[in-house]
């Protein structure tokens, strides 16, 4: 159900959202995109007379527990978000040190229509990545309806996330816009894109994509490949790949993957020259050598020079584009070349040719945003594993829970 269509008004509404964002250690948070994310929902339901209850997970507490095997509440605490999200909606933000149970249902109570409540760390429960009914029904009885915004959590079968959802019939759950708005990003590129349709692959494993690799031979008309991924591909077609990051278990994946594409009439698209540093650092010498031929004690970080014009021209001739991984080590600026100028390539793309451009999460997020470029694409998402799952065309357990 949309959440448009859901009877809001003076209702305990229950949201997850994913406020998984990284702090510092003064717990200020250094990237806000998913609290962002998640302000046009959280305005919407304040709007339309809700009374807001807004649940999250941080980190990873239960596998992070302190010396005496408890957990560590100062580190994973939500409560550091609080002022940041006040600063982002224009209103003030109840905060309770705990997610269901007594006092957490007291603060729901307290609570009046067009007010804010954040609960604690739903990860505080070993029960939530469980995906435990018990929890659930707990979490579930915080709230009359139920919304799921938390995209970036959305391929988890946990408590809030999914089995939360079975407490609510269809016409008391929905999704949020951040939600929406990620599915129907997706859905622009898997139902009948505008072609050419082009991917663009990097990072830095070969196993970690072959899913969203094979499904691309169904979807896409050129697939370029970056990122240490192609020295893989560079390996099982006998090239040299030095120090290079490899799969070499993998070798014949990568070749079986190029024969199928072969059939299927896809262009995949391998680097032809790559930049070489002598150890994995910014400062080390480096240099540019065609692919295939990296010397004994080299280390391919990045793609080179006559692969980015390569790159740069079938992006140009594209009008979806798909970008899903580095090109090369981008955190370290002398190997930031390659996936800058993809970056820059893509947002061309989308300014000059009208082509629909998404960013799949993750590195290649924090990629276009470092070449500050996340403005000059068409989407770009906040869920790096969920919005790989839903291209590989899996159905997402929190996207089904409130389906179903
Ligand atoms: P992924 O999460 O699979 O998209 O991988 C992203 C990571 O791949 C980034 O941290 C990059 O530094 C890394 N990466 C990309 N290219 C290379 C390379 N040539 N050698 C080593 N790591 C790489």
Not at 121 to 137: P, Q, V
Not at 232 to 250: P, R, Y
Request: charged share 25%.
């Amino acid at each position: 159900m949309q959440l448009e269509q859901l009877d809001v008004k003076d209702k305990k509404v229950l949201v997850r959202v994913d406020f998984n964002v990284p702090l510092d250690q003064e717990q200020k948070v250094t990237d806000d995109t998913r609290l962002r994310g998640a302000v046009p929902t959280i305005k919407y339901l304040l709007e339309n007379g809700a009374s807001v209850i807004l649940m999250s997970h941080l980190g990873r507490p239960q596998k992070k527990k302190l010396e005496d095997g408890s957990i560590d509440r100062q580190s994973f605490s939500l409560k550091p978000v609080v002022n940041h999200l006040e600063e982002l909606i224009g209103c003030q933000v109840a905060f309770v040190e705990d997610t269901i149970g007594e006092t957490a249902k007291e603060a729901v109570e307290a609570i009046e229509p067009g007010q804010v409540l954040l609960l604690e760390n739903t990860r505080f429960y070993a029960g939530e990545e469980k995906g435990d009914r018990d929890l659930a029904e707990k979490m579930a009885a915080l709230g009359e309806v139920y919304v799921n915004d938390a995209f970036g959590t959305a391929h988890r079968e946990h408590a809030s996330t999914a089995t939360v959802a079975s407490f609510f019939t269809t016409d008391k759950k929905a999704f949020g816009k951040l939600m929406e708005a990620e599915l129907e990003g997706a859905k622009k590129l898997l139902h009948d894109p505008a072609r050419p349709v082009t991917a663009i692959v990097g990072g830095a494993k070969v196993s970690d994509k072959i899913q969203l690799l094979e499904k691309l031979l169904d979807l896409a008309d050129n697939v370029l490949v970056g990122g240490a991924m192609a020295y893989t591909f560079s390996l099982a077609q006998g090239g040299k790949v030095g120090n290079s990051l490899v799969e070499a278990d993998k070798q014949e994946l990568a070749l079986e993957l190029l024969k199928k594409a072969e059939v299927k009439g896809v262009r995949i698209v391998l680097p032809v020259d790559t930049k070489v540093g002598k150890e994995f650092s910014n400062d080390t010498v480096s240099e540019i050598v065609a692919s295939g031929e990296i010397g004994d004690e080299w280390e391919g970080l990045d793609i080179g020079p006559e692969t980015i014009e390569l790159f740069k021209g079938v992006i140009a001739e594209s009008k979806s584009i798909l970008w899903n991984g580095p090109m090369g080590v981008f955190e370290m600026s002398n190997f930031a070349i390659g996936t800058n100028a993809i970056a820059e390539a893509v947002a061309a793309a989308t300014r000059d040719n009208g082509a629909y451009t998404l960013i799949g999460g993750g590195d290649s997020v924090s990629a276009i945003n470092q070449a500050g470029l996340a403005e000059e694409v068409s989407f770009v998402s906040t869920g790096g594993g969920a919005m790989l799952e839903l291209l590989e065309g899996k159905e997402l357990p929190g996207i089904k829970a409130v389906n179903g």
